[in-house]
Structure formats: C-alpha cells, structure tokens
C-alpha cells in the first residue's frame, strides 16, 4: 500500500511517498522558492542520487503538478502511475479550535480551512490549493488532513485568552492557536524515548526553527503554552515576519505612510523579520555567509533572533517548573550549528550546558543527537522532524478506521527500537564521511 504525503508551506511543497508494507519511503522531496521565483525541485528516490532541477512554479498548484510528473518520471519516478497511491495526508496549518485531532478531508472540512484563511495568509490558501490539486489526480481515495492548530488544543484558558474584549473571543474566536504541531507531536514522543520516560510524564521545550519558527512548552506531555498566537505571526523572528512587536506599532506606521491595514499585514508577514533586519536575506545559510563576509548587518540579525529565542526559552522554563530536555528541530534547528550556538550561549544559569565542539558536529537529518555538556542538569537533543511520518500514519489508521488522539493512539516512532530505514540507510554513508558523529548520537534510555 503506497501513502503519498503532502506539506505545502508558504514558500515550498514537501512530499513523501511510503510503501505501509515495508515501511519505508520510497521518495522525498521538496518544491522550493514557490511563488517567489527561481523555484526548484530537490527529488530523492531510495537507492538513487538525488536530482535537483529548475522549474518555474508561480502557484503551489505548478508544484503538485511538478511533484507528480516526478514521481512518475521513468528515470527518477517510483511509481507506474498515481493509481498505486490509496491515501494522500495533507498537512493543514490552521485548522481553528474546530479540530483536536486529524481528519478525512469532506467539503465541511474545507470550509472551515477556508474560513481560517485570513488568519493564515500565508498557509492555509497553499494548504488548500494542494488538497485541490491532489483530489483532481486522486479523486478516489481518502485524503486526509494533519492540522498543526490541533495539537495545542490542550492548552489550558489562561494560556491561550489574550486579555481582549471578551466578546472577541465569544464572536470571533479571538484565542491563541499555536502552529508547526505535528513537528512538537513528533519530536515530543521520540524526546521521551530518548530520556526513557512516560511521554505522560514528561516536561519539554521545544524548538521549530526554520524559515518559521515557534517554541513549544510541552507539560506531561501535552502542548501547554507556544510562541506562534492566533496568526503565525506572533512570537519569534522569522524569515519574513516580524514575530512579536508593540501592537499601536501597525497604527503608528498606518498614519506615518497612510499604508491600509491590508498592506501593514502583508508587510510584517512577508517584508519583515530576518528579511526586514538586513534588507536581503531569508536564508539562514545566506546571513551566515554574510556575517563571516563581515557584514554586521547579517550578524546583528543573528544575534536579534536568537535574543528572541532565549526568552522564550527561559520563559518556558520557569511556567513549566522542571523541564526533562530542550529540543531542537526544523531546518536550522537541525542544521545551523552557528544559529544553535548564539540561542545556547549563556544558558548555563539555568541548567543548560552545550558543548561547542558536540555542536558543531551535529547537521544531520540521519539521526538524534545530544549537543549538551554530561554535567549539563538539561539534556539538549537536535531531534530531526518527521511531519511526514506523522501524516503517514494518521491517513492510513483513518483509512483503517483505528485512529485517535495521540493521548489515546500510539505511533511507531514511540517504539524503544524503531529505525528509519532511510535515515538508518543514510547514516551508514553519513558516518563514513563524519566517524565524529557517532560520538554524540542520542539512544534511547
């Protein structure tokens, strides 16, 4: 049984194909730089080299078309045709507090995905325009949808009511949300196999960063409070929003420049953040280059991020009382050794201790590692996300009829001995290129 996956984000479409059977992914892949021109496909087939080619996709509905006429390329495809596939997940951003658990798309489900659109501009229209897109080539088989807002519904009122108008809330269902949920419930389960504890027991902060990016204080093993608000557009400094500002801060601008509401909004989601600081740059790879150029502007942009960062994570800390690990995940969580380093520098007053050299080991998608000092009172896991997976196993149970909350559905990435075959597969040739990294591998306790 073959399960296709889709995660379409603001700027990019991520795909997997997994055969249930072996389990294991046959293919993965992303479309990037969607809509904002100079886009391209990174396609990686199991048992080939990875292919990357230059495509133009103005919508995110090019990019599923790019994505299927890969999958089913004679050179770099890994299906026949799109019948073999019986179960598409969709990855949803923002699905209110209609949803506290993943679903099969029907038209009621689409509508309120439509409806949260304007409180997710840049998500939920690309979320949707995949699920079209999917259902046009599979109209047959279930497609189901992986919603980030539900993984937070677990929040307590006094962690997600901003003190407003209580009719706002009554009315218009103004609330904190929370978003990149399916990462935090991912990467929540595989923190508390590595610490070897109930995940029901288990106290964490969690941090997604990429090109958007939220922290996660996660209390017995449900989400308890989160950066991202309403809108993704609270918290954190991001590639191209703002993440927390004074709120008078759009009205001044407003009457300054005589700028809409519309074009304030559009500014401090797409014109603001990392590319706001240095007037260039979004890529995280790209201000690190700049900043060993000598650029300070890249730098200072560097060190404003990961100043935001570690107040929430200190914030965390003292709301969760006693935390068991804080995790590290998405893009440059996993990868950026340099940005990692700025958030954890300092951190040693309240019991977390990196160490350098285990740091900058550590870029890799192949494995868990642990970056933290062994006095460290801490741990500090770079827990590699798999969305995908999560996806994956909740469109087949819904398939099968035995799916559930996770408080009450057990993953296979819960497992004490479960391996990624592909990531298992990867390390090999990994470890031969970088031996020092089987140094700092984090194994279940």
């Known amino acids: 049984m073959i399960i296709l996956t889709l995660n379409c984000g603001s700027s990019s479409a991520k795909y997997q194909v997994y055969d249930w059977e072996d389990k294991d992914v046959l293919a993965v892949g992303i479309v990037e730089k969607v809509t904002i021109g ?9 048992g080939k080299e990875e292919v ?12 599923i078309d790019l994505i299927i006429k890969t999958l089913t390329s004679k050179d770099m495809g890994v299906i026949s045709d799109m019948s073999v596939i019986k179960a598409v997940g969709h990855r949803v951003v ?3 507090d209609k949803f506290i658990k993943s679903v099969i798309v029907d038209d009621a489900a689409m509508q309120a995905f439509s409806a949260m659109q304007d409180l997710s501009p840049l998500h939920n229209p690309a979320n949707i325009m995949g699920i079209e897109a999917a259902k046009k080539v599979l109209p047959d088989v279930p497609h189901c949808a992986t919603m980030d807002t539900a993984w937070h519904q677990t929040m307590p009122p006094e962690n997600y009511l901003y003190a407003v108008p209580s009719e706002w809330y009554e009315k218009y269902h103004v609330r904190r949300y929370g978003f990149h949920g399916t990462s935090f419930l991912y990467t929540a389960k595989r923190a508390a196999v590595l610490l070897g504890q109930d995940p029901f027991k288990t106290n964490l902060v969690i941090c997604h960063i990429g090109n958007g990016a939220s922290v996660n204080a996660v209390k017995d093993g449900l989400s308890f409070d989160t950066s991202m608000g309403i809108t993704p557009l609270e918290g954190l400094i991001m590639g191209t929003r703002s993440g927390d500002i004074d709120p008078s801060l759009p009205f001044y601008i407003m009457r300054k420049t005589g700028m809409s509401a519309s ?3 559009n500014a401090l989601n797409k014109k603001a953040g990392l590319l706001g600081l240095t007037g260039k740059y979004t890529d995280r790879r790209d201000i690190q280059a700049a900043a060993v150029g000598g650029d300070k502007t890249a730098l200072r942009a560097q060190y404003i991020e990961a100043h935001h960062l ?3 994570i200190g914030g965390y800390q003292a709301v969760l009382g006693r935390v068991d690990a804080l995790v590290l995940t998405a893009g440059v969580g996993e990868f950026a050794w340099f940005m990692r380093e700025k958030i954890l520098d300092g951190l040693d007053s309240i019991g977390i201790s990196f160490d350098p050299r285990k740091n900058k080991i550590s870029c890799t998608r192949n494995t868990e590692t642990c970056i933290s000092k062994p006095e460290s009172k801490i741990p500090v896991f770079v827990i590699p996300t798999d969305e995908e997976l999560v996806m994956t196993e909740d469109a087949f149970a819904l398939m099968k009829g035995t799916y559930d909350t996770h408080t009450h559905f057990k993953y296979s990435f819960q497992n004490r001995d479960y391996v990624n075959k592909g990531r298992a597969e990867g390390l090999v040739h990994e470890l031969k290129k970088n031996p020092d990294l089987a140094e700092i591998i984090a194994k279940p306790k």
């Open 38 to 46: 100079g886009s391209f496909i990174t396609h990686k087939a199991k």
């Open 52 to 63: 990357v080619i230059n495509h133009d996709c103005p919508t995110h509905t090019d990019a």
């Open 94 to 96: 923002h699905g209110g």
């Open 263 to 265: 074009e304030v909004e």
């Open 310 to 312: 570690k107040k929430y």
